[in-house]
């Protein structure tokens, strides 16, 4: 089985264990949710780990689920997730695809209506809704049964559950609804929350968190907001719409005074908010969304109320925790301890590695599209102090090696005319070469001493076995001029998981010879994965955030690397390109 089944498998046992009773199972539930993001996301695959026993290399993953994984990848099949399964139709299944249905609701109507095909399940409950056959059910009513047929047209459409928006699609959707938000004179402060706070990679629904003392008006301007499609609910302190691109938006508005709990209560995760009720209940005290209760004589209750964040974390003793590493690994008792890392920030970044211009390299892969005059003009803006342009290389099919000397003779001129006529910024001259199947870099010895380094990279035969694919990658990174290397795991974000490797042996060679790795931030990449950023900071590996940018307008992609950076732990020391230019060519020469 493959990653992406095992984390469905795990979605459908947790789906069973709320089914049967969501209040005694709460933490099993939880448990497996947890398991099923974990192996969903993670670079290599189970069956792999299992065989060389590195199962633990899993965050947040129990030592029973651990168990069961096992069992499952030797046996093809788990007793346990049998017992938990074996009394829950599996139509109810691909209805928790739908957007709006819960585990609840799909076993109501497949029960109900005896539906036991899952092929046919969604078509089933469509045609049910349309006959009008779903309204007279207790606790379902004309309007539930509209947003049903709603939900599956939606689902038809390309909505899902699992189908989630990149993080820059879904932060420059927040950021319109944002800007519009601001413009009411009764929404004092207004901030993002949940997975969208977090800057993971992938975000479901955008949830917004309004400060106001005046909610009422808030929420009709909220609703009138003109780019959404429908309204799904109206209440007194929140709403939901989807907007006109099928992106669901909530809003919840909170009074000022208690804000900062409400910030910190729905920005998650499940995992790090239970770790702090933990935290607090020893402390005698209970945390909600609207503050802190501590209980007091004669068994009485007296609530705080936090109107910032930082106020809600200092009242526990705790230093305020960055919104990205809220994921339960260790940040509370950093925090207790006052050791939690400072993160890398966007204002810390002095240049981009890996840019590609319009010059005519006549490239093995795709060109760039502005000029090196014109990205320069951008790098400017952004406050960097050097950059470096990385073209692929020449197409090496299309040339001979004599051609491609010609063209990087040409390129390296062009570059040190630039270098020698602007003093505002310096220019590195490197190149994104292929690292070919055999292991060799894509272009001879002669063509790379005219580059200051390389930034090296995997552009095809993804299908080979993580042994060989290790070795691949690690002889292109042997050679003296490559120093970088480039979307390191291969993934496509929805697209493609990327290729595997055995990344404690990448790790050893990167600090063994000085080699760096790179967060991409182009917005399909994201790459390295931030759970990867994390064991590198902790191997104190060097890394590099680059935008892959093909065309000026691009650049702006760095701040999403940044985000990648931050959820990995990462701070200003671990990454490269906070270096000024003098120190960053010195590492570049070593």
Not at 53 to 71: A, C, F, Q, R
Not at 249 to 265: A, E, M, V
Request: net charge positive; glycine share 4%; aromatic share 8%.
């Amino acid at each position: 089985m493959t990653n992406i089944e095992i984390a469905r498998l795990l979605r459908n046992v947790a789906a069973s264990y709320a089914i049967k009773n969501e209040q005694k199972f709460r933490f099993q539930m939880l448990a497996y949710l947890k398991a099923s993001n974990a192996i969903e996301h993670f670079p290599s695959e189970v069956k792999d780990l299992i065989k060389e026993e590195k199962l633990e290399s899993i965050p947040g993953v129990g030592p029973s689920i651990k168990s069961h994984l096992k069992e499952l990848i030797k046996t093809g099949k788990v007793k346990h997730f049998d017992s938990i399964l074996n009394d829950i139709p599996p139509s109810v299944f691909p209805l928790l695809d739908v957007p709006s249905f819960g585990p609840k609701k799909a076993f109501h109507l497949v029960t109900e209506f005896k539906l036991n095909d899952s092929k046919t399940v969604i078509e089933d409950i469509k045609d049910l809704a349309e006959k009008g056959k779903i309204s007279p059910l207790e606790g379902f009513g004309e309007k539930s049964e509209k947003d049903i047929l709603q939900a599956i047209e939606e689902y038809k459409k390309g909505k899902t559950k699992s189908k989630r928006m990149t993080l820059p699609f879904a932060s420059e959707t927040a950021e319109l609804l944002l800007s519009y938000l601001k413009k009411h004179k009764d929404v004092l402060v207004v901030e993002p929350l949940g997975s969208l706070r977090r800057k993971l990679s992938t975000i479901g629904d955008i949830d917004f968190a309004v400060s106001t003392n005046n909610p009422k008006d808030v929420i009709k301007y909220f609703v009138l907001y003109p780019y959404k499609s429908r309204v799904i609910e109206q209440g007194e302190t929140g709403a939901s719409i989807i907007t006109s691109s099928g992106v669901q938006i909530d809003l919840l508005t909170q009074p000022p005074q208690s804000f900062g709990s409400l910030l910190q209560h729905f920005t998650g995760s499940k995992n790090h908010n239970i770790r702090l009720r933990e935290y607090a209940l020893k402390k005698g005290l209970s945390l909600s969304e609207k503050g802190i209760k501590k209980h007091m004589a004669h068994d009485t209750w007296h609530m705080a109320h936090f109107d910032t964040e930082e106020k809600f974390y200092n009242s526990l003793g705790l230093d305020w925790i960055p919104p990205e590493i809220r994921e339960d690994h260790l940040e509370v008792e950093h925090a207790r301890l006052h050791t939690l890392p400072k993160l890398v920030e966007l204002k810390d970044i002095k240049a981009d590695f890996h840019l590609h211009s319009n010059f005519p390299i006549e490239p093995s892969h795709d060109m760039g599209r502005d000029s090196m005059e014109t990205m320069i003009k951008t790098a400017l803006k952004l406050g960097y102090d050097y950059i470096g342009f990385s073209e692929h290389n020449p197409s090496v099919s299309k040339h001979t090696s004599e051609q491609i000397l010609n063209i990087l003779k040409k390129r390296k001129e062009k570059i040190e005319h630039i270098n020698s006529s602007n003093k505002n910024i310096r220019v590195i001259s490197l190149l994104e070469i292929d690292i070919l199947t055999n292991g060799c870099l894509a272009i001879a010895n002669k063509a790379l001493s005219l580059l200051d380094a390389t930034v090296v990279s995997i552009h095809s035969s993804f299908g080979m076995n993580k042994e060989v694919m290790t070795q691949r990658v690690l002889k292109g990174l042997s050679h003296p001029k490559a120093k970088i290397l480039a979307h390191p795991t291969g993934r496509l974000i929805n697209q493609r998981n990327g290729y595997e490797l055995d990344w404690p042996q990448v790790f050893d060679f990167c600090k063994k010879h000085n080699k760096a790795l790179e967060i991409n931030s182009w917005p399909l990449r994201l790459d390295l994965p931030d759970i990867l950023v994390r064991e590198a900071v902790r191997r104190d590996i060097k890394m590099v955030i680059d935008t892959d940018s093909h065309q000026a307008s691009q650049m702006n992609l760095m701040q999403y690397g940044v985000s990648i950076a931050r959820r990995g732990w990462a701070e200003k020391k671990d990454i490269l390109n906070t270096l000024s230019y003098e120190q960053f060519m010195k590492w570049l020469k070593s």
